[in-house]
C-alpha cells in the first residue's frame, strides 16, 4: 500500500487566475462602446434634412446647442435660458477664439428659437457657427 503525504494536500495557490478580471474588462469595454454614442445625443431632437458636412471642427472648439420643439434650451446637456447660453459660449469665446457654436434645433421647433441663438452670437462678435441637419439619403 502506498502512502501519502499530507503535504502535497495542503499546497497553496500561488498563481492568480486572470481569466475573469479579462472578462470582466472585455465586458466593460463593450458597455462603455455602446454607451457612449447614446449618452452624447441624450435630448431627442428630430432633425430637418439637409446636406453633409464636409469635415469636422476640433472637439474643444465646439460647443453644441440644442434646442427641443417644446422651446428647451441646453448647452452641454445641462437645460439653460438663451442668456445663460449667451453668457457661457461667451466665456467660451473669450478663452477661445476658434469656437464654433452647433445648433441642434428639432425641425419642428419656431424658427424664432434658432434666431434668439443666432442674434445672441452675433451681438456678441461669435460669428462661427453652424446649423446640424440630417443628412439626406444617399441614391
Excluded at 462603455?32 to 453633409?52: A, D, M, W, Y
Excluded at 441642434?104 to 446640424?132: N, S
Amino acid at each position: 500500500m502506498r502512502r501519502y503525504s499530507q503535504r502535497n494536500m495542503l499546497v497553496t495557490l500561488s498563481e492568480i487566475n486572470i481569466t475573469p478580471l479579462l472578462d470582466l474588462a472585455f465586458v466593460l469595454l463593450i458597455i462603455f462602446i455602446i454607451t457612449t454614442p447614446l449618452v452624447e445625443k441624450s435630448v431627442n431632437i428630430r432633425l430637418p434634412k439637409g446636406g453633409e458636412t464636409t469635415r469636422s471642427p476640433n472637439r474643444n472648439d465646439l460647443r453644441t446647442v440644442e434646442i427641443t420643439a417644446q422651446g428647451e434650451f441646453r448647452l452641454g446637456g445641462r437645460r439653460m435660458s438663451v442668456q445663460q447660453i449667451e453668457m457661457e459660449l461667451v466665456a467660451a469665446f473669450q478663452s477661445n477664439p476658434n469656437t464654433l457654436v452647433a445648433i441642434r434645433a428639432d425641425e419642428r421647433a419656431p424658427y424664432g428659437y434658432v434666431a434668439a441663438v443666432l442674434d445672441a452670437c452675433q451681438r456678441r462678435g461669435i460669428t462661427r457657427f453652424a446649423l446640424k441637419t440630417f443628412p439626406e439619403p444617399r441614391r
